[in-house]
């Protein structure tokens, strides 16, 4: 039986970490959107070439969303990227408000309660067993206790992402007889992932 697969995108982590590993300084953030379900391809791609398997059932994507009254611009960019990403039936936003500090635009607005709703989902797809193969994509160390309390439910092979040449979520000592398997992206998948549509 072909193992069910699913994807959580902690999807600023993503997008952002793709211009530390690929893209030349000073390139343009919106330059270097990835699409989740071109990512997800190339990320299952990629495990198929060290001979994982399985079907990706399902991409949870979490983002922040702009305000529509203080970034009129952005906020519509953001909500036209998330209807054009949902056109692929795998693919589920989970978009979250931005945070706006008091001395906004001075201080960027920041997200918030984005990781805790990942985490959340994470933990619940493990109790409910909903997948065989739980991938997180992210490198935040703040997801690590939701990996962690994925494993020990043992329900669920859970499994990491990083682009090549950055740095991956690894599990602490206390785990230390329990493999993490990460899959190192390169930039032929960067490419692959690349939403070419401007917004």
Known sequence: ???????FVDYQNVHLSVGEAF???GTPPHTTLIH????GDALMGRRAAKGLGGTLEQIHVYRGQPSS?????QAARNKAQSAEWSRD???????RPLRYPRDWPRTRARE?????RLAIDFVRAAIDKSADVLILASRDTD??????????????????????GCSRLRLGR???????WCTFMQGSDYVASKDPKQY
């Open 1 to 7: 039986m072909t193992e069910r697969v699913h994807l």
């Open 23 to 25: 893209a030349p300084p």
């Open 36 to 39: 989740p379900g071109r990512f």
């Open 69 to 73: 009254d203080r970034e009129v611009e």
């Open 89 to 95: 039936p795998r693919v589920r936003m989970y978009n």
């Open 112 to 116: 918030k309660g984005v990781d805790v």
């Open 143 to 164: 997801l690590m206790p939701a990996i962690e309390t994925a494993l020990d439910l043992g329900h669920a092979r859970v499994e990491v992402f990083t682009w090549q």
């Open 174 to 180: 206390e785990y230390s007889a329990r493999a993490l």
